[in-house]
């Protein structure tokens, strides 16, 4: 049974996500205010986490930010916002998604559905590999940055950098298409597939959080080139 952390400070609000969420299946945990959700995190396994953005002692912008460093789970960020910029923050701190209040409960057990079996998927997948294939680690290297497509590891320098599931599934598809332009549009479907909520935004924000980890001046990126008009392109 997946566990998941409910981080909301509207007490009807949160009920009703508990209550659906545990008639789906799922062993639900309620926290109502911001404080010491990291720790909380770190001491549970949470499969995922439906984080409200105002929240009482710690936003759920700055919450985002402490965990997804070091923690590589979905985040459904859940809002009363509606201004695209909210949206965009989120997501470039490493939010998964978002859902607006108020919203359809339904719709909001089809969200955290997707984006379990999604994280399943991709996890066994990389598990899979790396048992099968431990002698043969691909590795594409572009100036300092090695990208190890089997690990699902990225180094600069010899530093490892951590990279979400979808941040590294953006990296690794450039990659392995060098030299290529590919449109945000083809982007968002190839990575995020048709059945996801969102648009093409998502992918420049992704690619933002790429160039500020692997580029030596994001503000003038030499690997991941904006081809202005068409899309994006990986030089190698």
């Known amino acids: 049974m997946a566990k998941i952390l409910i981080v909301e400070d509207d007490e ?14 799922y062993e639900v945990v309620v926290k109502n205010d911001g404080n010491g959700v990291k ?15 105002m929240l009482p002692g710690k936003s759920g912008y700055d919450i985002c930010r402490e965990i997804r460093g070091e923690i590589d789970i979905p985040i459904l960020m859940v809002t009363a916002k509606t201004e695209t910029i909210d949206k965009i923050r989120g997501l470039g701190l490493g939010a998964d998604d978002y859902i607006e209040k108020p919203f359809d409960p339904a719709e ?12 399943e998927r991709l996890t066994h997948i990389n ?4 048992e099968e294939d431990k002698c043969e680690e691909g590795i594409i290297t572009i100036n300092d940055i090695r990208i190890m497509t089997r690990s699902w590891k990225v180094y600069k320098d010899g530093v ?6 979808r941040e590294f599934e953006l990296l690794k598809f450039l990659a392995v298409n060098p030299n290529m332009v590919f449109s945000k549009e083809y982007l968002f479907e190839k990575i995020w ?38 899309g994006y392109r990986l030089n190698m």
């Open 39 to 53: 720790e909380l995190v770190e001491n549970n396994d949470f499969a995922l986490i439906i984080l409200d953005l």
């Open 12 to 25: 009807e609000i949160a009920l009703l996500e508990r209550d659906y969420l545990e008639v789906s299946g």
């Open 127 to 130: 598990y899979e590999r790396g």
């Open 160 to 165: 490892e950098i951590k990279f979400p599931h």
């Open 108 to 119: 909001l057990i089809a969200r955290v559905q997707a984006h379990l079996k999604r994280f």
């Open 193 to 230: 597939g048709y059945d996801y909520v969102g648009d093409s935004a998502t992918v420049t924000v992704h690619i933002n959080r790429i160039r500020e980890k692997i580029e030596d001046d994001p503000k003038k990126p030499q690997i991941i080139e904006t081809v202005w008009g068409a």
